[in-house]
């Protein structure tokens, strides 16, 4: 069975930093692209950042400069380092990984900037 867990998120200052992590289980997910979305509340669930098996990325418009997704085939594990965080950032990541057939989801982490 496979299972994603998300950790790291939690209340931090405007400008402060944050970085989340997603622990993969019940398969090998080195060669599926792995990524992280986001939900503020009341709004529409957006892509964040997405790391291919071989390490090719892409980011959202609003965080780029600022996030950084990496990953560690060897943990089954994907990160999210967050810098110069903003009150814009303030929403529930949950972390998927694709397998080109179907999307497993964590249960989310949720962040909270406070300015």
Known sequence: QVQLVESGGGLVQSGG??????????????????GWYRQAPGKQR????????????????????RFTI???NAKNTVYLQ?????????????????TYTQYYWG???EVTVSS
């Open 17 to 34: 930093s944050l970085r989340l992590s997603c622990a993969a289980s019940g398969s090998t997910f080195s060669n599926y692209a792995m």
């Open 46 to 65: 957006e892509l964040v950042a997405r790391i291919t098996n071989r390490g090719r990325t892409n980011y959202a418009d609003s965080v780029k400069g």
């Open 70 to 72: 990496s990953r560690d």
């Open 82 to 98: 967050m810098n110069s965080l903003n009150h814009n950032d303030t929403a529930v990541y949950s972390c998927y990984v694709d």
């Open 107 to 109: 249960q989310g982490t």
